[in-house]
């Protein structure tokens, strides 16, 4: 199999800002205007990037979707913090038995970055954006940014939970409720606080 060195040199990679290494390959002919963007985009962009134990694909936010594709090397696992506050890892590879998967769609707005499962290793992946990539469509989130996403979906489901302890039918049903909230967000918060933690060491 081939190596990271090879990969890096055959596929003529740079260090990409966000972290890891990549080349655009293909982008389309012709551009559009897109209403989200505000801006004249290509059609569509298509790029190679590879990650590795000392290079993970830090935290950050696109205005469009993205699809991932693996080719080769470790596992990656994609963290994926959605606008809802509803957060997911995805674990793209080749063992299907195991719940891997071959390709991923990362939904426009939400908060994600990857690293390979094997510290030790790479992992190579095709990315494409659907209007094209833009850095002016690309946000590398902030310490600040991340803790206020974490504030502001945690305020919007504890008001959710708490509608639902005062619409309970009995005092019993309350407290049942009331118990449950408290073990959910002990959990909930030390979860998300802990993979935030992980990823870029706040």
Request: aromatic residues 14%; hydrophobic residues 35%.
């Amino acid at each position: 199999m081939p190596t990271k060195t090879d990969y890096v040199t055959q596929l003529n990679l740079t260090p990409h800002p966000e972290g890891g290494w990549y080349r655009q390959v293909y982008h389309s002919t012709k551009t559009t205007y897109d209403q989200t963007s505000l801006a004249s985009r290509y059609e569509y962009t298509s790029i190679y990037f590879l990650l590795d134990g000392s290079s993970p694909s830090h935290l950050h936010r696109l205005l469009h979707d993205e699809i991932w594709y693996f080719h080769d090397g470790a596992p990656i696992l994609v963290h994926c913090f959605y606008p809802n506050g509803f957060y997911e890892v995805i674990k793209l590879g080749r063992d299907i038995a195991a719940g891997e998967v071959l390709q991923f769609r990362v939904p426009a707005g939400t908060i994600f970055g990857s690293e390979v499962a094997d510290p030790a290793s790479f992992g190579l992946v095709s990315c494409a954006v659907v209007p094209g990539f833009d850095y002016h469509d690309f946000e590398l989130l902030t310490q600040a940014n991340l803790l206020a996403y974490v504030r502001k979906n945690d305020r919007r489901e504890i008001i959710t939970d708490f509608k639902a302890i005062r619409q309970a039918e009995n005092l019993q049903a309350a407290k049942e409720r009331l118990a449950a909230f408290s073990a959910k967000w002990e959990s909930s918060y030390k979860r998300r606080i802990k993979n935030l933690v992980q990823m870029e060491g706040l």
